[in-house]
């Protein structure tokens, strides 16, 4: 029996402490976001937020994260909503400000990469506020354990997206 | 200005009839929706060819008008992240109807069951002429001959504004036209359901002119988009069945091993699982994702398989294409443009360029493995959930393997990773193999292929290398042009899961002309410098490699992949032509111009020079040398004619010699499909296609040894991430004189190659004739 506490919820799941996060956010928890890309932690499809960095939930054992904060992209309106301190009614009717831009500038092709890439945005923006074409380069290539990929191309429409995304945070609602 | 309206308009075959409105199963059915499969069934004798359960000869299979005044379309073709069934297609119906865009609330997509045409997702816009646009037009006209009777006006004074006919100042919405009414309108289909072009609709309804276009030309927003931002949206990989297990497939150990003893579960450790045996096909199927991840790892270690070694592997590649090879078994393919008397002109050339281009095989590589849900019932139906680019055609392939019906197998259509190509004759692995360990357990089954399955036992598309020979004439025009294109067959259509189990499936190609599973090469690439004398463009097929000597039939399947065929020919063509242009002493964009007589075609050269900024001279460049660790700057252009729409890119690079390294450092597009359908969704389809192009031209490369496919992950099939995206700019050119919408997706996947080949020897001096441009390769021929 494993305790995950996901997207602000306590979870009992039965399943081997060894088994992948991914699995047990998608099989166990019903929880779509995260995708299977690789299972070798080399594309980011599957990443989660465990307290607050990205990680790959595909090489990443259910029972090494039992008690840590973890956000998967269903629970990003409502990570939003919680640090902005938007009311219930609000936070109900909001969209992550990632999101937003992300269908404000029709970022995804077919979208199967793109919780990662809205995951690695949050993680970004939640530490740069405002960053350059270069800092945003090299948080989607360097920063986690491989580059963030996207087959179908979508790099430059994730760009605008970060930016986007950045000017909506900045407006703080 | 051409519009559509000047183009001769008849409406051949469609007919209207009309009942009162009738109770089918407790629910009232009004309007256009005369098609529920129920009544289909009761009422109306499909023809026999059909095999559907919608019948595509009812305007109602295509699109519905309801009495809210919304309305419904159908497509057989599934979405693969292009959003044209969500974009394009809407703004289509809408436009050809007179409704608001936002008045088409439901797309129905890709399920077989549910759409009544069929045919490959790719060419949405099929040469400005998709079916959809036709089955508008067609339900458009006989809105307005029920308007006519209803307000008892002529046909010819009516008009539509917002799905509002008016006329003799009286006026009456759609919804009302058919609200209470049971309305039938039969429109006129042709062709084959389960082929790879599906149906097709006749005649030529009248459309309404360009000039009166209101909604194509918008940016409208892609719906879907939305819905798997948010998380909301089931793709294929979520579908969970009651009862359902989990599964992997142990691959042989080769491309051509058959099995001695599969290994036994180890029921300590995996006490649910269960191994299935069906020839060569070994699964194992467990109540948990994971545990059926572990056992198939440990079943696999205990597996036995014969050895082969039947492949060239990639150092002998070109010499077992050109030396060992059948190129005589196949008829050689002629292109369009051929013309005159190459052979003379060539032995009298002023001057005269020859070589050889060489492109390797490439991984469709979706960036999520292909996997499938099957549901084979005890009443001997089969249902299939899964991403696919072409259902019906899948559906054909598996009743075929099953040896039972057609209407016994129903598929499902969902979102997925895109896999470009791979499925648009029916199957992209996976989904035959879960009907068969489905069938085998009697319970549904989701087959997941790993990383490793999806790079070593899919498809690929096909290597190829191309010989060409371009005569100059004393004033440094091209006086002749051949090109000999040498490709194995780019079309395998067999499912993989009923081959390793010795199932039934459509033969592996063969020189059958006129069939695109056939080791025909056809000319693919549009010939576009029209004014040249002598043109001979010729295709040599062959059986695909490995394939016959493979113990199970396998080898290396090949499968079309964006821009197939047309990649393997442009590449060798313009690049040989920019090469004839430095031999000329000419501007590489000018000389092309000089060499057009297309207005479209020099329309893209021009705005791309203008757009890219460049400067007009001969390559290479002033001091080019290929030497030396400075980083060197060059650039190169190529252009292409795919599905109505013409296309020209500039790419601009820098290259260390010392290192090989070429980065990308401004890709420039000019594309005029025609009529612009949607400025934004064409746009991100462009760069897409871009980033696609540099990854095709600089990084991949399906390596293999003489038993496989070595390549098995991202880090042996290497992509490119965001930091080797360079600047991308697109100008779109709308040419609504066209009077047609081109294809937008492809092409632009292909321009990369030729272009940044060009740069290379426009900054070093040193051409380089092979795919991909690794760093390796071009440390090569910079020393060559």
Known sequence: MLTLNVNGARHEVQAPDDTPLLYVLRNDLQLIGPQFGCGLAQCGACSVLVDGKEVRSCITTAGSVAGQEIVTLEGLPARWAKQKGLSADEANNTLHPVQRAWIEVQTPQCGFCQNGMMIKATELLESNPNPTLAQIKDAYTNSGPSPNLCRCGTYLAIIEAVQNAATIMAKGR | ???????????????????????????????????????????????????????????????????????????????????????????????????????????????????????????????????????????????????????????????????????????????????????????????????????????????????????????????????????????????????????????????????????????????????????????????????????????????????????????????????????????????????????????????????????????????????????????????????????????????????????????????????????????????DEAVLLSKAVGKPVRVQWMRADDMQWSTQSAAAFSDIQIALDEKGKIAAYQADHYMPAMQDDRPIGAVLAGLPTMSAPEPKPDSVTSTVNGIEDNWVYAPVPNVAELGHGTFQVGQKASPIAVGLRDHSMRTPGQFQQNYPRELAISEAAALAGADAIQFRIDHASEERAIGVLKAVHEASGWDTRPSPRPGAVSTGSSSLRGRGVSLMLRSGTYWAAVCEISVTPSTGAIKVEKYTLAVDPGIVVNPMQLKRQCEGGAVMGISHALFEEMMFNESGIITDDWSSYPIPSMSDIPEIKVVLLHNPKVGAYGGGSEAANALAAPAIAAALHDATGKMMRRLPMKPAYVLAALKA
């Not at chain 2, 060819?49 to 005044?69: V, Y």
């Not at chain 2, 067609?138 to 308007?147: C, G, I, K, P, V």
């Not at chain 2, 052979?343 to 001057?351: E, M, R, V, Y």
């Open chain 2, 1 to 431: 200005m051409a519009t559509m309206s000047e183009t001769p308009t008849t409406v051949l075959g469609p007919t209207l009839s009309r009942r009162q409105f009738i109770k089918a199963g407790g629910i009232l059915v009004v309007g256009f929706s005369v098609a529920g499969p129920e009544i289909l069934k009761a009422d109306t004798a499909k023809p026999a060819t059909f095999k559907n359960s919608l019948d595509p000869s009812l305007g109602s299979s295509w699109i519905e008008i309801h009495p809210d005044n919304t309305v419904l379309i159908r497509t057989g073709k599934s979405d693969f992240g292009q959003g044209s069934t969500f974009t394009a297609y809407r703004q289509i119906v809408a436009e050809e109807l007179s409704v608001p865009f936002e008045a088409i609330t439901t797309v129905i997509a890709g399920d077989t069951d549910r759409t009544p045409d069929g045919s490959g997702a790719f060419d949405f816009l099929g040469h400005g002429m998709p079916n959809i646009r036709k089955a508008a037009a067609y339900t458009h006209q006989a809105l307005l001959d029920l308007a006519s009777e209803k307000l008892g006006v002529p046909k010819d004074k009516l008009s539509v504004k917002d799905g509002i006919v008016s006329g003799g100042g009286k006026s009456i919405s759609y919804g009302n036209l058919v609200k209470d009414q049971q309305l039938k309108l039969t429109i006129p289909v042709k062709g084959d359901l389960t082929s790879i072009g599906g149906l097709e609709i006749e005649g030529n309804p009248p459309m309404k002119p360009v000039s009166e276009y209101t909604i194509i030309g918008k940016s409208y927003k892609n719906s879907v988009i939305t819905s798997k931002v948010r998380a909301k949206e089931t793709w294929a990989t979520d579908v969970r069945l009651p009862g359902m297990l989990h599964a992997r497939v142990v691959h042989p150990k080769t491309l051509g091993s058959t099995l001695v003893s599969a290994g036994a579960v180890d029921k300590k450790k995996f006490p649910n699982s269960q191994i299935i045996v069906k020839g060569n096909l070994v699964g194992v199927v467990a109540p948990t994702e994971w545990e059926a991840i572990q056992a198939a790892e440990q079943v696999a270690g205990a597996t036995k398989w014969t050895d082969w070694k039947g492949l060239p592997g990639n150092a002998k590649l070109y010499q077992h294409l050109r030396e060992e090879s059948d190129w005589t078994s196949a008829p050689v393919a002629k292109g369009d443009g051929n013309k005159g008397n190459v052979g003379t002109a060539l032995a009298s050339a002023h001057k005269k360029h020859t070589a050889t281009y060489q492109l390797s095989y490439m991984k469709h590589a979706p960036i999520g493995p292909t996997m499938a849900v099957a549901d084979v019932k005890s009443d001997g139906t089969v249902h299939i959930y899964t991403h696919n680019q072409n259902p019906q055609s899948l559906r054909g392939e598996i009743a075929m393997m099953l040896g039972t019906t057609l209407d016994l197998v129903i598929v499902h259509a969902y979102p997925g990773p895109g896999h470009y190509g791979r499925s648009n004759g029916g199957n992209a692995g996976a989904e």
